[in-house]
Each structure stands twice: as C-alpha cells, then as structure tokens.
C-alpha cells in the first residue's frame, strides 16, 4: 500500500500530466452572421458586406482547438461591386475588457495561406478601443499582414499616384510596416500595413502596436480595448480558401 505522501504525490503527478483538451472539426457555416464558440474563442462568418456584391457567397469552419490553438478556415466567392464583403475572423473572448494602460502583453502567434482566383483581399488583427468598458468605438486598430490584389487601408489623404498617405513607418516584431489614419464615421482608424511583401506567419507582442500610437499618435492610454479580432476581409474573387493553421492571442 502507498503511503499517503507517495499517493498524493502520484496524484500530482498525473494532475500535471494531463493532456492538453482538444476540440475536434465542426461542420461549416454560411449564414450572414453564423459564429462557432470555441475555448476562448468565437470564429464569425460575419458577411457584413454582401449586399454590395452582384453574386457570391462566404461560409466558415472550425477545424481543431488544442490549448490555446485555433485552426479554422473560410471559403468565399464575392463578384461585382466595390468595398468590403464580409469579415470571417476569430474573436478572443476569455478576459474582462481592459484599459491599454492595465494590458501588459498581448502575445499571438499565426500563420495562413490563401488560394483562389483574382483575390482582392486583407489579412489583419481588427481592435476598437473606447473611452469606457461599454462605449462605442472611438478607435480602430488593424495590423494588417497582407494585402493582396491592390486593397488598400482607410486614409485622410491620397497621393497624385492615388495611393493612400503613409504617416510614418517603423518595425514592430522584426517587421516593416507602413501606418495610415483616416476616418470611418465618427471612428478614427490607424493601419499597420507591411512595408513589402506577406507576412504569412507572424510571431509578436500586439500591445507593441497599441504603445507606439500612445507613445507617437497620441492614442490615449486611458482607452479600453474591447475586441480583438483576425481575420480576412475579401472584396472579390473566385473559389477563395482562406486557411488558418494556426492562430493564438492572449491578452495579459
């Protein structure tokens, strides 16, 4: 017979041993605003834009959640029309609303791929801030990780080649990006666009993001972030399959 000290400890042992709960697929989904709760997660279809498209469709699915791990995809035909379709995104859900100030960290970590015919699309995180835990959005944060096809971010001005108007450009996380302001209604809008090419798996702290508009935009740091999001925004394109194979976030 074990004593009791041995029996505790074997108990412990296996405690720390346990493995990681895993989520298995879930069917996909295609209605306007369809969701999938998932850990800390919700994944949206959210087809905002769909009305601004002479034809097409988008649906989602959940493919596995491991740890903290989401594996999702999103499959999208959009034609005709001009803006924004829909936003498929995963939406981290586990804490309180916090003020930047209060943020420490926000770790994440993730990697995707696309194929399809002439996609015209985004790749980014999507935060909105507020002068309070329940208010409505002031600021709009997106850290893009590719634009494809030509889109562009929201700008206050344009060049005489047509192109939005960069005001400043820095590394974050080993990466060059180019940053934009403008207008989205009463909702201030800045957009951390890579200086050149893709960044299809990206490994950083997104609060460094959120300090640099404090600390050289004056972002105020009294502001709550209420969401943060990832995910891709189409425009247009054919037999599109926006795959994430693995996404983490977690706010500290």
């Known amino acids: 017979m074990l004593s009791h000290s041995l029996l505790a400890a074997c108990i412990a042992g296996?405690?720390?041993?346990?493995?990681?709960?895993?989520?298995?697929?879930?069917?996909?989904?295609?209605?306007?605003?369809?969701?999938?709760?998932?850990?800390?997660?919700?994944?949206?279809?959210?087809?905002?834009?769909?009305?601004?498209?002479?034809?097409?469709?988008?649906?989602?699915?959940?493919?596995?959640?491991?740890?903290?791990?989401?594996?999702?995809?999103?499959?999208?035909?959009?034609?005709?029309?001009?803006?924004?379709?829909?936003?498929?995104n995963v939406v981290v859900k586990e804490s309180t609303?916090?003020?930047?100030?209060?943020?420490?960290?926000?770790?994440?970590t993730w990697s995707w791929s696309y194929t399809g015919t002439n996609i015209v699309a985004d790749v980014a995180y999507d935060m909105f801030t507020s002068s309070t835990a329940t208010g409505s959005n002031q600021y709009e944060i997106m850290v893009w990780l590719a634009a494809i096809g030509g889109t562009g971010p929201i700008s206050s001005g344009y060049g005489s080649d047509g192109k939005p108007t960069i005001i400043a450009t820095t590394t974050i996380g080993g990466h060059s990006f180019n940053l934009y302001k403008g207008p989205n209604g009463s909702t201030t809008v800045y957009s951390f666009v890579p200086a050149s090419g893709q960044i299809a798996s990206f490994?950083?702290?997104?609060?460094?993001?959120?300090?640099?508009?404090?600390?050289h935009e004056g972002l105020p740091n009294t502001q709550y972030l209420t969401s943060l999001g990832a995910g891709t925004e189409p425009t247009s394109g054919s037999n599109a399959k926006f795959t994430v194979s693995g996404y983490s976030v977690v706010i500290n």
């Open 14 to 88: 296996i405690a720390l041993a346990a493995p990681t709960v895993t989520v298995e697929k879930r069917a996909d989904k295609c209605g306007q605003y369809d969701s999938i709760s998932t850990g800390t997660y919700t994944v949206y279809n959210d087809l905002w834009g769909e009305s601004g498209a002479t034809s097409g469709s988008g649906c989602f699915g959940v493919d596995s959640l491991s740890g903290s791990t989401v594996k999702w995809h999103s499959t999208w035909t959009w034609v005709g029309g001009s803006g924004v379709k829909s936003y498929p």
């Open 97 to 108: 609303v916090k003020q930047l100030s209060a943020i420490k960290t926000i770790p994440s």
């Open 203 to 215: 490994s950083g702290d997104i609060k460094l993001f959120l300090a640099y508009l404090v600390q």
